[in-house]
């Protein structure tokens, strides 16, 4: 039995992981809430975690990868502390997103894409985050500022570089700070028997319906 | 220019803002039409659904109640609620997942129990962090308030939900896609028929799969009566909408107004609306977007059209995902029909030849035009490539694909060309983008 040290995500990520698959009929639909915990642990998708989170949901680590590759906010390559997605689709686009975009790319110093060399910032040229009633908005680690001017992003980044902003922003790949209380509050055989139950009654009150006024049934379902 | 008196339906609590929060729930009304539900039979509460004409909210508009009849007659089994909001310029779901949390669960929970599904899943666009936070915390005290979980305010009905977090794709709006990837699973659309998830949903099992914004209009309905409900608006279009308002006008913002009685005139100019043309370089409307950027084009003669998803749909558009873009005088339809295809080219998820190579082509020509390299045989190309995606470049578009992403790439491409089409040639023959 290998050691626990040997092991990449921490207990912690493992009793996580344990809760959250509690949650759904199947195991495999707790793949991507895992992948963000072990985002949340690494920063990214390490394949020592993805190797992992294989085993602890019952697929190939192949299967994780192909998935998690699919989706823009889970990372198999390094990023800065702070991803800063400034949003460029239309809403945005109209009210200067790509002047904004242009700011940040000289601002930091790096291209669309790039992570600073102090590894602090990644940029991204995101599509809509919906919140385009804040145009032209971004969001770091998926935190949302609206209305960025030229001066307020580098005030923004002013902040992040200071750490004033460690209670607003976490690091990257920590999206919800806020945990369920709790597992499921019933089993499935007690849904079960609630439901057939549930499902006599009606039944029943649709054959004393049907009795009282002959066709009432046809006609609703008709409806 | 007239603003009628409806009742706010889904924003009611929304003067305060502490309405996420189980106190300042409660304190404004929070869960008594769940109370009262509980006390009624299921099948009268999903009869009371039924009887409104309640189009889903999400964007195909299809009528909830409709979704409802499908699945109860089967063993019901899952509702799962579609928060993947992102659709360009819609927010309206995002503002209800942080503003008032409780009402969609309350939502929610009276669905489930009409439909009496043995689960409800609440999938919210990963993006969206503080949302997830927001509904967590309200679903956790839901829970410790009796609301959810066993035996919900000692009626005999239990119900487990859970929150599950996206992690960053638009297709999975789509909602096969969203129940793949509810699965765990890349967001694949699932290949049709069957159409509806109510045949073949979560786990091959039947399923539900409704917007939050459709949800969230429960509780008013089971507090007021469906009549109530349907003596707002007209025709199918009964209740209020929500309207995310973006783009060039003075007050970009949510808002709920009575469909059909309201007009896109009222909706962009009304002092206590949108306000009017501002905050870009023009003066004058040029184009709005209604329904979200899968949608064909309006102009400034289309203003006093109705808000009603069918007299959206009889002019060629939809009301779709209840967003609305308006662009001024100054903005480049070029460019705006080059950004909505660049947006569908890197969204497209791969599965069908015509929107995977489609989008991208299109994507480039559009790209030299507006870089001035373009060519006046380019206009042709470009509706040809999209006579590929969608046959005839009509509205709704004709079907090439497994989902409506690919065909839905033309609307932009087509509405610029069709209508600036002079505009289309001036950058091809200054070798540029006259607004610079």
Same mark, same amino acid.
């Given at each position: 039995m290998a050691a626990t040290g040997e092991r990449h995500l921490s207990e912690e990520v493992r009793t996580r992981a344990a809760e959250l698959m509690a949650l759904y009929p199947h195991r495999r639909s707790a793949l991507i809430p895992i992948c963000h915990l072990a985002q949340e642990q690494d920063g990214l998708l390490r394949p020592e975690a993805i190797t992992e989170i294989a085993e602890i949901v019952g697929v190939t680590p192949a299967e994780v990868l192909g998935t998690a590759s699919?989706?823009?906010? %889970? +990372? *198999?390559e390094p990023v800065g502390r702070y991803l800063v997605a400034v949003c460029t689709n239309i809403a945005c686009m109209l009210k200067g997103a790509y002047e904004l975009l242009e700011h940040a790319e000289s601002a930091l110093g790096v291209r669309v894409g790039a992570t600073t060399d102090d590894a602090m910032f990644t940029l991204e040229d995101a599509e809509c985050l919906a919140d385009c009633g804040r145009a032209p908005c971004l969001q770091v680690n998926h935190r949302f500022f609206g209305d960025v001017t030229p001066q307020a992003f580098d005030a923004l980044i002013e902040d992040l570089r200071a750490g004033r902003l460690e209670d607003d922003v976490p690091h +990257?790949? *920590? %999206?919800?700070r806020i945990r369920r209380d709790g597992g499921l509050a019933v089993t499935a055989a007690e849904v079960a028997a609630e439901r057939e139950a549930a499902r006599r009654a009606m039944a029943e009150r649709a054959r004393a319906a049907e009795a009282a006024d002959p066709g009432a049934n046809e006609k609703r379902s008709g409806s | 220019m007239t603003i009628t008196e409806a009742p706010k339906i889904v924003t009611s609590r929304l003067h305060r803002d502490d309405v996420h929060t189980l106190a300042g729930y409660l304190e404004t009304g929070g869960y008594e039409a769940l109370r009262k539900a509980l006390t009624m039979p299921p099948e009268v509460v999903g009869a009371e659904v039924e009887a409104v004409s309640l189009l889903g909210r999400g964007g195909a508009g299809f009528p909830a109640g409709r979704k409802w009849a499908m699945l109860r007659k089967a063993p019901a089994t899952y509702l799962v609620v579609n928060g993947d909001e992102s659709e360009p310029a819609t927010f309206k779901d995002h503002f209800l997942l942080e503003r008032d949390p409780h009402q969609l669960i309350e939502g929610v929970v009276i669905a489930a129990y009409a439909l009496q599904v043995a689960q409800a899943f609440i999938y919210v666009r990963g993006e969206f962090a503080l949302g997830l936070e927001r509904v967590t915390a309200a679903l956790n005290e839901a829970y410790a308030h009796g609301a959810v979980g066993k035996d919900i305010f000692g009626s005999g009905f239990s119900l487990d939900v859970v929150v599950h977090p996206g992690a960053g794709a638009y297709i999975c709006g789509e909602e096969t896609a969203l129940l793949e990837s509810l699965e765990g699973k890349r967001g694949f659309p699932r290949i049709k028929p069957p159409y509806f998830p109510a045949a073949i949903g979560l786990y091959g099992e039947p399923t539900v799969v409704n917007n939050v914004e459709t949800l969230s209009n429960l509780p008013w309905i089971v507090n007021n009566g469906s009549a109530a409900f349907t003596a707002l608006g007209a025709g199918r279009s009964t209740g209020t909408r929500l309207f995310a308002l973006a783009g060039h006008v003075r007050n970009p913002g949510v808002y709920e107004v009575e469909m059909v009685k309201t007009t896109f005139r009222d909706l962009i100019y009304a002092p206590v609306l949108g306000g009017g043309i501002a905050g870009g370089k023009g003066t004058q409307l040029k184009a709005i977007i209604p329904g979200g950027v899968s949608a064909p084009w309006f102009g400034p003669d289309q203003l006093d059209l109705p808000l009603g998803q069918d007299e959206v749909a009889e002019q060629g558009s939809m009301l779709g995902s209840g967003s609305i873009v308006v662009m001024d005088d100054a903005t480049c339809m070029v460019r705006a029909a080059w950004r909505i295809t660049r947006f569908f080219w890197r969204e497209s998820c791969g599965q069908c030849t015509p929107c995977r190579g489609g989008s991208g082509w299109l994507e480039k020509i559009l790209r030299r035009i507006e870089d001035g390299s373009g060519r006046e045989a380019d206009l042709d190309l470009l509706m040809d490539a999209c006579d590929n995606l969608a046959p005839g470049v009509s509205w709704p578009p004709k079907q090439t694909?497994?989902?409506v992403l690919g065909p839905s790439i033309p609307s932009s491409i087509a509405s610029g060309i069709r209508m600036f089409r002079d505009e289309f040639l001036v950058h091809v023959k200054e070798g540029g983008c006259p607004h610079g």
């Open positions: 699919f989706y823009d906010m %889970l +990372h *198999t +990257h790949g *920590t %999206l919800v | 694909t497994i989902c």
